[in-house]
């Protein structure tokens, strides 16, 4: 069977069934006729073999919806459920994300594969934001990163000082090299994984707050 190509490892995905609140969770492992995702934390979500799950994953241009039909639980270390792949799926176009320029200071650290996502490192390195959006942001960075490197980022966004920060997976998309001040520094754009809802819609907010305050500015 052909493998969707928007079913891929470590991909965000949102699984849900009548009654239920929908659970987000990630893909595991893919195979030759069926994926894994990773098992909702305690009695969230309890499924059994041949129920059916409405099923969401996004990419960075468009939205999947489908029905997955259920195969087995794994009680391992993760738990996992495997879930048949789906005969068709929708494709839905979703519109690029509004950014606005924003210098941002925050903490990062490399994330290494084997850690990913149950194990963030410890930030201890510091960057600036160019630009961000609910889908990713630009930023620079004095160190070297390299297109695929995964980023574990700490960032507080303004009027949020006595609040968490937003704890972010950024996919690194793009490195460029630029000389500020007289110093070397790499301008880089990354992309958010697993970002939740919740933290996406306090980075819109944000966005368009910032752009109604230019707005205001220019009037």
């Known amino acids: 069977m052909t493998v969707p190509r928007f079913i891929r490892i470590n991909t965000p995905i949102t699984i849900s069934v009548p009654g239920k609140k929908a659970i987000r969770t990630l893909i595991q492992e893919t195979g030759e006729d069926s994926f894994a995702i990773l098992a909702p ?4 979500l309890l499924l059994g073999r041949g129920d059916l799950v409405e099923a969401t994953c996004s990419r960075e241009d468009a939205r999947y919806e489908f029905t ?7 009680p391992a270390i993760p738990p996992l459920y495997y879930l048949a792949y789906p005969d068709d799926y929708r494709r839905i176009q979703v519109r690029s994300h509004v950014r606005t320029r924003a210098a941002l200071e ?4 490399p994330w290494p594969a084997a850690d990913w996502p149950l194990r963030p490192p410890r930030p201890h390195k510091r960057g600036l934001t160019i630009d961000i959006s609910g889908g990713g942001a630009q930023l620079v960075l004095r160190e070297e990163v390299k297109v695929g490197d995964l980023l574990y980022l700490e960032l507080y966004l303004p009027g949020r ?10 996919r690194v998309k793009r490195v460029a ?20 809802e919740r933290q996406e819609d306090q980075i819109v907010a ?14």
């Not at 934390?41 to 969230?44: L, S, T, V």
């Not at 997955?68 to 794994?74: D, F, G, K, L, P």
């Not at 925050?106 to 650290?109: C, E, L, M, Q, S």
Request: glycine letters at 6%; hydrophobic letters at 35%.
């Open 41 to 44: 934390a305690g009695e969230e």
């Open 68 to 74: 997955a039909r259920v195969i087995r639980y794994e």
């Open 106 to 109: 925050f903490r990062y650290a």
């Open 161 to 170: 000082r006595h609040h968490q920060p937003l704890r972010l997976a950024a």
């Open 177 to 196: 090299t630029r000389e500020i001040d007289g110093h070397q520094r790499y301008e880089v754009g990354v992309a958010f994984e697993g970002i939740s």
């Open 206 to 219: 944000f966005v368009f707050q910032r752009l109604l305050e230019e707005r205001r500015q220019r009037s």
